[in-house]
């Protein structure tokens, strides 16, 4: 949606002010349906104070799951793209769909196509959905292919809640063992500090490390605020550089157990996506493009990258793959079959299921050893902390028995 500048005449007289629309074209049609002459109209550019701005999609992935599938029904049930549409932009939970969709059918009924229309709103509609709607206008079957990006996003939403399960509970009690140490450091030790000075004997090399402890946290709490927030800002940063994110990516990748799981999730990631996008008949060097942008791990879009290069100069999609640490042979071996007998598509299909089948498995084993690693740990933090000052009491009591 634009905002429009204009100004004109109407029954009263002179009249100007802005108003919101799809297209000149749109705004237009609604000035003259309100009785106003034009005599000027401009479009607004969008700056940082009137632009949307949001992080990621708005549009939930189950709500874009159900989107589709509804669609793919309405469709098969023989009712209109822009019936469908409108039916769609009254019933959906998602405020930021409804408004696209609303003004999908304005460019509907002027006679855009859908792949043209979504193409407007790119926070919503993904190039994939873009590309694979502009394939389907052509061959005639838009049901199909809204039936398959709803199987796509619906796997790709299945993966993603697995990973996101997988990392939170150890991230939850990270920042639990962090707040507590930090408690008890800040509010706890203190409190004994005077009456170990008043024993006078010399204490425990452990008492001492969590006295200095405490006393560096008090002095410098703030640095340690300072040092968290510029960690994750840091991170932040990194992600919007290719250079430096292709680094993050290679570390996060190479971590022990995560990173392993991480991997496995990028390549079902990227299996699904390139097989939907071969099923809908998308010209292979598009779709590893859009692969490429739609992966999320730059390690990965790099060979996809020199993938699509290899293509393009007359050699096999998995030359590049073939030798390198994030591919496993499995991968190369069944595209390689796919390219050989003309069911590539089939092949990453296959990769793609046995993949997710391997974050699930893997993200269940992660949490069974996580959840009592994680309660050893804080346990250790905690006591070493307890200990360290129960040590030097009995010494006390000891010599007051």
């Known amino acids: 949606m634009a905002r429009f500048r204009y100004a004109g005449r109407d029954k009263k007289g002179s009249t100007k002010g802005i108003m ?18 034009t005599s000027m109209i401009e479009e607004i550019p969008e700056t940082l104070l009137t632009k949307d701005i949001s992080i990621g999609s708005p549009v939930k992935l189950q709500h874009m799951v159900i989107y589709l599938r509804q669609f793919a029904t309405l469709l098969k049930a023989g009712v209109s793209v822009v019936d469908s549409t409108r039916i769609l932009a009254e019933q959906t939970e998602s405020k930021a769909l409804k408004k696209a969709l609303l003004d999908i059918e304005q460019e509907l009924v002027e006679g855009n196509p859908l792949s043209a229309a979504a193409a407007r709103h790119k926070k919503i509609f ?7 709607m502009k394939a389907g206008e052509a061959s005639g079957s838009m049901d199909e292919t809204l039936e398959r990006l709803a199987v796509h996003f619906e796997k790709q939403h299945n993966t993603r809640q697995k990973i996101v399960g997988a990392m939170t509970y150890p991230a939850v009690i990270a920042f639990i063992a962090i707040g507590v140490v930090i408690f008890l450091l800040v509010s706890v030790v203190p409190t004994f500090v005077q009456m ?6 010399e204490l425990p090399a452990i008492t001492r490390f969590v006295l200095g402890a405490s006393e560096f946290m008090q002095r410098f709490w703030w640095l340690v605020i300072i040092l968290i927030v510029g960690v994750m800002v840091g991170i932040a940063v990194a992600r919007n550089n290719k250079v430096s994110k292709y680094y993050l990516d290679y570390f996060i990748l190479r971590l022990p157990i995560f990173g392993k ?6 390549i079902a990631r990227m299996s699904r996506t390139l097989s939907s996008l071969f099923t809908s008949s998308v010209p292979i060097l598009q779709a590893l493009q859009i692969v490429e942008n739609v992966v999320e791990n730059e390690v990965m879009a790099k060979v996809i990258r020199e993938s699509r290069l290899s293509l393009e100069s007359g050699q096999s999609l998995t030359r590049p793959m073939k030798g390198h640490w994030a591919f496993p042979p499995l991968v190369t071996q069944m595209i390689a079959i796919g390219e050989e007998t003309g069911s590539l598509d089939a092949m990453l299909a296959k990769v793609a299921d046995f993949y997710e089948k391997e974050v699930e498995n893997g993200t269940d084993q992660l949490k069974s050893l996580i959840e009592p690693l994680m309660i050893v740990v804080l346990a250790a933090l905690v006591g070493t902390i307890v200990t360290a000052i129960m040590v030097p009491m009995f010494e006390i009591f000891n010599q007051i028995n």
């Open 20 to 37: 919101n629309a799809t297209s000149k074209r749109d705004a237009l049609q609604k000035l003259k349906e309100r009785g106003v002459r």
């Open 126 to 132: 993904t190039p994939m959905f873009i590309n694979m």
């Open 196 to 201: 170990f000075a008043d024993f006078g004997g």
């Open 261 to 266: 799981l991480l991997r496995k999730a990028s």
